[in-house]
């Protein structure tokens, strides 16, 4: 049973990356803060757990995944892979959602944000990858208004910060892409990490959440070391006044994705459906 269960992730995969159509480079130029010379991401030699790792990311990229082009719902989702701000769980996090996104009609967006350690930079490729979707909507088939995004452990952080400082302009305009709202439509939070970082575990001072910031739906479970981040940032959206549905199981852990096998990560994904429905119902 188990075979069978890689198999069908394996094929889930193939499907998501054989549909992949485009590269997209967020800086036709310079990067900004980035002192290293432009490079392809490097995969770290740890494969642990069927995951793939990149690491070094120098050269910020979107990977397109259109949907079909007779389920396409019009809406699209920007992807932030997880990994510590060090590394991008590039398949696990990434190309394996897209794969579950096309399937209910969405066109998905994995982004390659920079690592490690780069969360200045991470933000600028957010806010630099929201207005290049939206600039260049009509080449999918989406709404320019309908697009969101969603992130897993750091990528949840990255979510989070796009999501409610969307406002701060985080780099120098390039094009006139920069001339578009850099705030997503709606924000989704798996396992989100980060969040809690203020005075005595409570937000992270650099979050400004308020009545424009975007519905976010979280997920995460209690025995996740991370947990308390989706418990602080759901009071924190509550107390803005912001749309929020949060979702807090006891088991499942961190890093999860949505591969069968683990209880937290068989309960996300039609909860999310749900909800992404209704919320995109209403842009």
């Not at 996090?93 to 994995?110: D, S």
């Not at 709606?186 to 005075?199: Q, R, S």
């Not at 209690?222 to 509550?238: C, E, P």
Request: include cysteine; glycine fraction near 10%.
């Amino acid at each position: 049973m188990k075979q069978y269960a890689i198999l069908l992730m394996m094929l889930g995969l193939t499907t998501a990356i054989s549909a992949q159509q485009q590269t997209i480079h967020l800086w036709p130029g310079n990067v900004p803060g980035e002192t290293t010379a432009k490079q392809a991401a490097q995969v770290t030699a740890d494969g642990s757990n069927n995951v793939k790792r990149l690491t070094d990311v120098t050269d910020p990229i979107l990977e397109v995944f259109p949907a079909a082009a007779g389920n396409n719902n019009g809406n699209a989702v920007i992807i932030c892979p997880g990994g510590g701000y060090n590394i991008l769980a590039i398949n696990l996090e990434g190309y394996e959602i897209a794969a579950w996104l096309n399937k209910l009609g969405y066109t998905a967006f994995v982004l390659q944000y920079r690592v490690p350690k780069k969360e200045a930079g991470a933000l600028q490729d957010a806010q630099r990858a929201i207005r290049i979707v939206r600039s260049r909507a009509a080449e999918w088939g989406i709404q320019p208004g309908n697009i969101g995004m969603m992130g897993f452990s750091a990528g949840g952080s990255l979510t989070a910060r796009a999501s409610t400082l969307y406002n701060v302009n985080a780099y120098t305009p390039v094009d006139r892409a920069d001339s578009l709202s850099a705030r997503p439509a709606f924000g989704v939070l798996i396992y989100p990490a980060y969040l809690d970082k203020g005075e005595n575990r409570s937000l992270t001072p650099e979050l400004k959440p308020d009545a424009q910031t975007p519905s976010m739906f979280l997920f995460a479970t209690s025995d996740d070391f991370y947990g308390n981040s989706a418990l602080v940032i759901a009071g924190a959206l509550r107390d803005a006044k912001a749309l929020v549905e949060l979702h807090f199981y006891a088991k499942g852990g961190h890093g999860y994705g949505l591969r069968t096998g683990n209880p937290a990560a068989e309960v996300w994904p039609p909860l999310l459906e749900k909800w992404l429905k209704a919320t995109t119902g209403k842009l």
